[in-house]
């Protein structure tokens, strides 16, 4: 079973950047599609970005298309998503989720995933 762990989040002016890590303890990291999601207040938790168990593909909601930016390092079990020219409506917690997939298939519905980890917030003012 694998614990995911976020970290990286924070409070940044509007323009900036941040880089969020998803560090997991299992084993098996290698054999695992990463997905983050976020959630902002009062919303639903929506699909931001995920990437395949070899990182060879990526997939970006539109609103962050351009701006964010995905990449793994398998011997390290960690993922990265850095954020760059943040918005105010970027303001969300984010969570990073597995899956175990080793077909080379972006998920970007929730319950496709089976692990998440509790979550790193994100603010950005204006």
């Known amino acids: 079973q694998e614990q995911l762990v976020e970290s990286g989040g924070g409070l940044v002016q509007a323009g900036g950047s941040l880089r969020l890590s998803c560090a997991a303890s299992?084993?098996?990291?290698?054999?695992?599609?990463i997905g983050w999601f976020r959630q902002a207040p009062g919303k639903e938790r929506e699909f931001v970005a995920a990437i395949t168990w070899s990182g060879g593909s990526t997939s970006y909601a539109d609103s962050v298309k351009g701006r964010f930016t995905l990449s793994r390092d398998n011997s390290k079990n960690t993922v990265y998503l850095q954020m760059n020219s943040l918005k105010p409506e970027d303001t969300a917690d984010y969570y990073c989720?597995?899956?175990?997939?080793?077909?080379?298939?972006?998920?970007?519905?929730?319950?496709?995933?089976?692990?998440w980890g509790q979550g790193t917030q994100v603010t950005v003012s204006s």
């Open positions: 989720a597995a899956r175990r997939e080793r077909a080379p298939i972006i998920r970007v519905q929730r319950h496709e995933y089976e692990y």
């Open positions: 299992g084993p098996t990291f290698s054999s695992y599609l």
